[in-house]
Structure formats: C-alpha cells, structure tokens
C-alpha cells in the first residue's frame, strides 16, 4: 500500500478510494469517505493526496459495469 500510495502522487493522483477495513487502512491515512456510493458508507474509503481536494467534491461512486453481472 504505501508504494502504491508513493507511485499514485508521483503519478499526479489528487486522491485514491478504496473498499476496505477502516482499521486496518488507517495505519495508511485513509479515512471513511462522506462521498455518496453504493457500496455504504464505513468501508468505502479515501485518502487525499492534494490536500483539500475532496473538500467540496459533489459526486457519486458506483461500481463499473463490468462488476454489475457479478454476484
């Protein structure tokens, strides 16, 4: 994680999203999102690479379709 964290900012990545624990992706700085998604709020995660960047975000996350025929 930290060495996708590291490429991700020398990529110019603002900022990166997860599905994940909230306590175990904390030891990497990332935190439960307050971005609406379909996943439910507690393990969808985010973590700001550019700081600021998702302050006034108004979006909504939802799976890709290629995801949508899995059960």
Do not use: Q, W
Not at 18 to 36: A, D, E, Q
Not at 39 to 65: D, H, I, P, Q, R
């Amino acid at each position: 994680m930290r060495e996708t964290i590291k490429e991700s900012k020398k990529m110019g990545m603002d900022a990166l999203f997860l599905l994940g624990n909230p306590s175990y992706y904390k030891k990497f700085s990332f935190n439960v999102s307050n971005i609406r998604n379909e996943y439910g709020f507690g393990s969808f995660l985010e973590l700001e690479l550019t700081k600021g960047c998702l302050v006034n975000v108004k979006s909504k996350f939802s799976y890709a379709s290629a995801f949508s025929s899995l059960e």
